[in-house]
């Protein structure tokens, strides 16, 4: 189980695919929405539009490295960066910064409650579980 997909060459895409592909390594890892675009009153081929698509790229590298260490003071340095990165993103959406936005159980490796936090999205009081070893250090604000 990875975070990158190996499925879908991005060189196979139409050119108006590839403009909303998300891709790594050659690979198409998402699809930005087309709609969601243009309802931020963002530019297709501007500055902030690629800006955007390289911190989603940012943010799969980071989980790809939280999937091949059990180190936790590394994972915690990797969920600061996840979190700064996510902030980021919302910047780039033309978004107010909002940490209840952010879905941190996506992380491989989360022992979170994923669904309890789902079902409970958007909130102040995600539940972290003392086991996750990506997390845990939000219980006690270690840095
Ligand atoms: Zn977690």
């Known amino acids: ?3 990158i997909k190996k499925e879908t060459k991005t060189e196979d895409l ?3 695919n590839k403009i909303y592909a998300i891709s790594y390594d050659g690979y198409v890892q998402s699809y930005l929405n087309p709609l969601k ?6 530019i297709e081929d501007s500055e902030q539009y690629l800006a955007l698509k390289q911190a989603e790229i940012t943010e799969l ?3 790809q490295k939280m999937e091949i260490t059990t180190n936790e003071t590394h994972l915690i340095k990797l969920d600061h960066l996840y979190e700064k990165n996510k902030f980021h993103l919302q910047r780039l ?10 879905k941190f159980w996506l992380a491989p ?3 979170c409650p ?10 102040k009081s995600y539940i972290i579980s003392e086991n996750c070893l990506i997390h845990r250090h939000r219980l006690f604000k270690i840095t």
């Open 1 to 3: 189980m990875t975070v």
């Open 14 to 16: 139409s050119d108006y």
């Open 37 to 42: 675009i243009e309802a931020s009153a963002i």
């Open 61 to 63: 590298k980071i989980f």
């Open 93 to 102: 959406w033309n978004k107010p910064e909002d940490i209840t936005q952010h």
């Open 109 to 111: 490796q989360c022992q």
């Open 114 to 123: 994923k669904s309890h936090n789902e079902s409970i999205f958007p909130s």
